[in-house]
């Protein structure tokens, strides 16, 4: 199995700072990764696909990047509504794979 | 308005047997291929199973293979879980989930999520 692996795992930071989520795999996933966020007693909520792409709907605050083992979240000026856990995934190789987590925190 | 409701969850004993379910409405689900994802409390994600709309191919994680089947009803627009043999380990929240489709690709990854249903499985 594809392992994800997240970093850091819990981050601290205030109201309009940019914040950066790092996830490694443990092989080439191409750019078959997504990004979740994850609030407390809520279902995961899609955010990006295919490494970069923006799902309809998602503000123009968060971004992706990178390609085969290493993958990065951007989010550009943190709002009250983005804290909570951030999640990768694989869709390259069977089965799917998520990475551990990063829980985002109010400073 | 698209939506996923999961219904079946609840404390069983180990080694015991749950059927949960998940009713979609707001799409065409016989289209989409349909996922269950699993949480354990205060732990990760994890996906368990896989149903294609189409050709109907099943596929199950190994944590859960030969105890857990799949199934899908496109006339009723459900999706269920058959559990048995039921561990402790096997406690979490459990998820209905849809693959992500543009146009006429789709991958497995779920843009769509139920609320999820708590499973218990303890003595």
């Known amino acids: 199995d594809i392992q994800m692996t997240q970093s850091p795992s819990t981050l601290s930071a205030s109201v309009g700072d940019r914040v950066t989520i790092t996830c490694r795999a443990s092989q080439s996933v191409s750019n078959w990764l997504a990004w979740f966020q994850q609030t407390p007693g809520k279902a995961p909520k899609f955010l990006i696909y295919k490494a970069s792409n923006l799902e309809s709907g998602v503000p123009s605050r968060f971004s992706g990047s990178g390609f085969g083992t290493e993958f990065t979240l951007t989010i550009s000026g943190l709002q009250p509504d983005d804290f909570g856990t951030y999640y990768c995934?694989?869709?390259?190789?069977?089965?799917?794979?998520f990475g551990q987590g990063t829980k985002v925190e109010i400073k | 308005e698209v939506q996923l409701v999961e219904s079946g969850g609840g404390l069983v004993q180990p080694g015991g047997s749950l059927r949960l379910s998940c009713v979609a409405s707001?799409?065409?689900?016989?289209?989409?291929?349909m996922n269950w994802v699993r949480q354990a409390p205060g732990r990760g994600l994890e996906w368990i199973a896989y149903?294609?709309?189409?050709?109907?191919?099943?596929l199950h994680a190994d944590s859960v293979k030969g105890r857990f089947t799949v199934s899908r009803d496109n006339a009723g627009n459900s999706l269920h879980l058959q559990m048995n043999s039921l561990r402790v380990e096997d406690t979490a929240v459990y998820y209905c989930?849809?693959?992500?489709?543009?146009?006429?690709?789709?991958?497995?990854?779920?843009?769509?999520w139920g609320q999820g249903t708590m499973v218990t499985v303890s003595s």
């Open positions: 707001g799409f065409t689900y016989r289209s989409y291929t």
């Open positions: 995934q694989q869709f390259n190789d069977f089965p799917w794979t």
């Open positions: 989930a849809r693959s992500y489709c543009s146009g006429a690709t789709c991958y497995n990854t779920f843009d769509i």
């Open positions: 149903f294609s709309g189409g050709p109907g191919a099943m």
